[in-house]
């Protein structure tokens, strides 16, 4: 038996009409209100229909529970032969409108499926006026309900705070999505969000034969105009209902509820139709639907005055806060460290402000390199329009700062063109910031190793050049400036190449910072594996002869293009390359000439070449005294001093070259006393 009614005042007539003929039980099938005006309604808690028809299931009252079912209840009557209940389909018209001062609020509603409708000890919150904590998730409850929900409840495994889910027997969703739908046009997924104020509608399809569970929500425009259903359901799910529902007439309606959070929630419209095969709620009639009130204040004008109050004045306090918090911001940008004793070193005082415009604030953009000590940037000084680098270099302890400071201080005067410029340097609190000349053509490290692909070649004599420029810097701070400066950290990173790729020595006096203060005991070495000298590694003591070792080192890196120590590759016997081993071992064999660069291609002088490898391994050697000094070192490079052949003798040191052969407590300890004190800087000359 199938009904349709044109309204529902007819519907009800028929309806007594109907219950007086048939008596036994209720058998409406289908079921439409376009708006709730007169619609008789079964409601219960605060849900009551405004004149207009409106379903307003919440409002702003706290704790409140809220139902609202067809006034009758309705047979899912069983086929007999395979147990499944009717199909059934029904669609509504919600909306779920924040409150004045909030976008969350509320639980959401449900569509539901009862065959009680006490809801006495149910609770208002996120149990939706529907269940509470003992009841929730009992089989024996035989509730079906769809939820809209719009808080995430972490105890029912919610997955968003704006998803649909289908719930049986209790609040934890059997399958859940997040608010939205499949447009028909292009298939895409379009997110909804339910607590929006705007009209939504819900279709809920059941098949009974297969237990199919369709769910599909869509926009509705604007009132008045209609709403395809979109084709794709948001879920398609598979939940066998004929088994959780009873035989018992079922009860169909709305549930909500309110807390603290609270939305204002309306029901526009809502039909419904069983069927025992498809069945097709009917289409609501969108220019009959009420309208969705705008913002509901009345009787809430003191209130909401007393709202407005209180969230003027957290503006007003978090305005305050925000100012004061800027301000301090906008101190401690720029804050610097300045103490009484760095007022003679005034002139090489950088302020903060120049170096943060200067680097456009350190920007990443701007970044040179990252080295051992600390990230380097380019930058622009605001008023000489000077090119620099600043280096960042952070430290933990004041101690020795002040010697520090001095000893940096004093290498700005350094002047030589093979040495990089420190122009000045700028503290703050835990990190030190060092102002350098701008060298354009960045470190030979690139040029020798990692960035080859990029770079052009190093030719020859460029090569000989540099090993040449990085030699008479070394000298200079050596032997020819007021006093012993020790670099301790020569290596390929730390030679820049300016314009016309001469060699320019950088970030000496460094490794120093990580000394001060330090007991001597503890001390480690500062340094970089491969250019070690074995002694250093012993002691921690740098001298002039470590620097000569590293050097060393280096113009065998320079002249053969490999590094000191390079980790075995995959396929490679396992062992690690030692650079001056290899050197040693091709120069016992008469192949010195070998271990030139191949990437040369052949174009060397021979002399020049086997002369700096030679000299490399001379100043490579272990014993700190066996090495010449850099005076020497510049001679023979000039060739003012012949390069005298090595003695067979050092030919038995070869394999002790490195610190980590260095066990061989004898020798170290015979020459740590007479090599120079490590506290080179404060020895006048
Ligand atoms: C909410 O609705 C109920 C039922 O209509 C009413 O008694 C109550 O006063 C309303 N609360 C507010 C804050 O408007
Ligand atoms: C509304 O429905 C209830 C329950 O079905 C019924 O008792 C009542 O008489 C109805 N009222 C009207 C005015 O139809
Ligand atoms: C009952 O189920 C059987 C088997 O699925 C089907 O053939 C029959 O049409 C159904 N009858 C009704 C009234 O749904
Ligand atoms: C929960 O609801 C059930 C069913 O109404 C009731 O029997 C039970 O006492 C309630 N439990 C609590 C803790 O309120
Ligand atoms: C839809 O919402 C989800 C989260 O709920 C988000 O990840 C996604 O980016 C949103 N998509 C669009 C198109 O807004
Ligand atoms: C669903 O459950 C009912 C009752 O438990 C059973 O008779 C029926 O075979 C089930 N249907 C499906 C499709 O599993
Ligand atoms: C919808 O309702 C309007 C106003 O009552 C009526 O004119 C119109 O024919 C109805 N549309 C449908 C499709 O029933």
Same mark, same amino acid.
């Given at each position: 038996?199938l009904l349709?009614f ?10 007594l009409l109907?219950?007086k003929l ?9 079921? /439409? ?5 007169g619609?008789?309604?079964t ?5 009551t ?12 009252? @706290?704790k409140?529970?809220?139902?609202? #079912? ?13 147990g ?6 029904? /669609? ?6 924040p ?10 509603i449900?569509?539901?499926?009862t065959?009680?409708t006490?809801?006495?000890?149910a609770l208002?919150?996120?149990y ?13 409850n ?13 105890e #029912?495994?919610?997955i ?28 895409e997924?379009?997110?909804?969000t339910l607590?929006s104020?705007k ?19 869509s ?11 979109p ?6 799910f598979?939940?066998?209902? !004929? ?14 509820g309110?807390?603290p ?29 009420p ?5 509901n ?24 806060? #925000?100012?004061a918090?800027a301000?301090a ?9 300045r103490e ?7 002139p ?8 943060f415009?200067a680097?456009n604030?350190?920007?990443e953009?701007e970044?040179?390199g990252a080295?051992?000590f ?8 605001p008023?000489?329009r ?5 280096k960042?270099v952070s430290? @933990? ?17 350094l ?6 410029q ?6 703050r609190?835990?990190e030190l ?9 960045g ?6 190793h ?5 770079k ?17 810097g ?6 020819e ?16 190449l300016d314009?016309e790729?001469?060699?320019?020595l950088?970030?000496f ?11 001597p005991?503890?001390t480690h ?6 250019y070690?000298?074995p @002694? ?7 001298t ?9 080192v ?8 490999r590094?000191?120590?390079e ?9 690690q ?7 040693? @071992? ?5 192949s010195i000439l070998?271990t ?5 291609g ?16 001379m ?5 700190p005294?066996?090495?010449p000094?850099?005076?020497l ?10 390069l005298?052949e090595?003695?067979p003798?050092?030919?038995?040191f070869?394999k ?16 740590s !006393? ?7 800087? !404060?020895g006048?000359?």
């Amino acid at each position: 038996m199938l009904l349709k009614f044109p309204s529902f005042r007819f519907s009800l007539l028929l309806l007594l009409l109907i219950l007086k003929l048939v008596a036994s039980s209720p058998t409406e099938k289908e079921f /439409t209100f376009n708006g709730f005006s007169g619609a008789n309604l079964t409601l219960d808690g605060i849900a009551t229909v405004s004149s207009d028809g409106l379903l307003i299931l919440t409002n702003t009252s @706290e704790k409140q529970k809220s139902h609202a #079912f067809h006034p009758s209840p309705l047979s899912f009557r069983r086929n007999l032969s395979d147990g499944s209940i009717p199909s059934f389909s029904t /669609t509504f018209a919600f909306a779920i409108v924040p409150t004045e001062n909030a976008g969350i609020g509320g639980h959401g509603i449900a569509f539901v499926i009862t065959p009680s409708t006490d809801f006495s000890n149910a609770l208002s919150d996120q149990y939706l006026s529907l269940f509470n904590e003992s009841n929730n998730g009992d089989a024996a409850n035989h509730v079906v309900a769809i939820e809209l929900d719009t808080i995430l409840n972490i105890e #029912f495994k919610d997955i968003n705070d704006n998803h649909v889910g289908i719930d049986v027997n209790g609040l934890r969703s059997e399958e859940s999505r997040p608010a939205g739908y499949y447009a028909d046009d292009t298939g895409e997924f379009r997110n909804l969000t339910l607590i929006s104020g705007k009209a939504m509608q819900v279709w809920v399809d059941y098949n009974g034969p297969d237990a199919k569970l369709k769910v599909t929500l869509s926009p509705i425009n604007a009132i008045g105009t209609p709403t395809m259903k979109p084709t794709k359901p948001l879920m398609s799910f598979t939940v066998n209902l !004929s088994a959780v529902l009873l035989d018992l007439p079922v009860h169909v309606g709305f549930s909500a509820g309110t807390y603290p959070l609270l939305t204002f929630q309306y029901v526009l419209g809502w039909s419904f139709a069983m069927n025992v095969g498809q069945a097709h709620a009917p289409p609501l009639n969108y220019s009959k639907l009420p309208a969705i009130p705008r913002m509901n204040l009345k009787g809430h004008k003191s209130r909401t005055l007393g709202l407005g109050l209180a969230v003027a004045s957290l503006v007003f306090v978090l305005l305050v806060t #925000f100012v004061a918090f800027a301000v301090a911001r906008w101190r401690s940008r720029y804050s610097e460290l300045r103490e009484d004793w760095e007022l003679e070193f005034g002139p090489h005082r950088f302020s903060y402000r120049d170096l943060f415009r200067a680097t456009n604030g350190f920007r990443e953009r701007e970044l040179l390199g990252a080295g051992g000590f600390g990230k380097v940037y380019r930058g622009t000084l605001p008023t000489s329009r000077a090119e620099v680098a600043v280096k960042r270099v952070s430290h @933990e302890s004041r101690q020795g700062m002040r010697q520090f400071v001095a000893e940096i201080v004093s290498m700005g005067r350094l002047r030589h063109r093979n040495i990089v410029q420190l122009l000045g340097y700028c503290r703050r609190k835990g990190e030190l910031l060092l102002v350098y000349d701008f060298v354009p053509n960045g470190s030979l490290d690139k040029y020798l190793h990692y960035d080859r692909a990029h770079k052009p070649a190093l030719g020859w004599s460029q090569r000989f050049r540099i090993v040449k420029g990085v030699a008479a810097g070394l000298l200079y701070l050596h032997e020819e400036w007021e006093q012993v400066v020790v670099h301790r950290d020569i290596k390929a990173s730390n030679v820049l190449l300016d314009g016309e790729m001469n060699a320019r020595l950088g970030d000496f006096g460094l490794a120093r910072l990580y000394d001060h203060g330090t007991d001597p005991q503890t001390t480690h070495v500062v340094g970089t594996t491969g250019y070690i000298a074995p @002694e250093l590694a012993r002691t921690s003591r740098a001298t002039t002869a470590t620097d000569v070792f590293a050097f060393g080192v280096f113009i065998l890196e320079v002249a053969c293009g490999r590094r000191p120590v390079e980790q075995p590759t995959v396929g490679w016997q396992g062992e690690q390359f030692l650079l001056v081993d290899w050197v040693t @071992e091709n120069w016992r064999k008469g192949s010195i000439l070998d271990t030139v660069d191949a990437g040369l291609g052949g174009e060397y002088a021979r002399e020049e070449a086997e002369m700096v490898l030679k000299l490399g391994l001379m100043c490579s050697h272990p014993q700190p005294a066996a090495r010449p000094s850099m005076r020497l070192v510049v001679q023979y490079l000039e060739g003012h001093v012949p390069l005298p052949e090595p003695s067979p003798a050092y030919l038995c040191f070869t394999k002790l070259s490195f610190p980590h052969n260095v066990g061989f407590d004898d020798y170290v300890a015979s020459y740590s !006393s007479s090599v120079p004190s490590a506290s080179t800087l !404060s020895g006048g000359r």
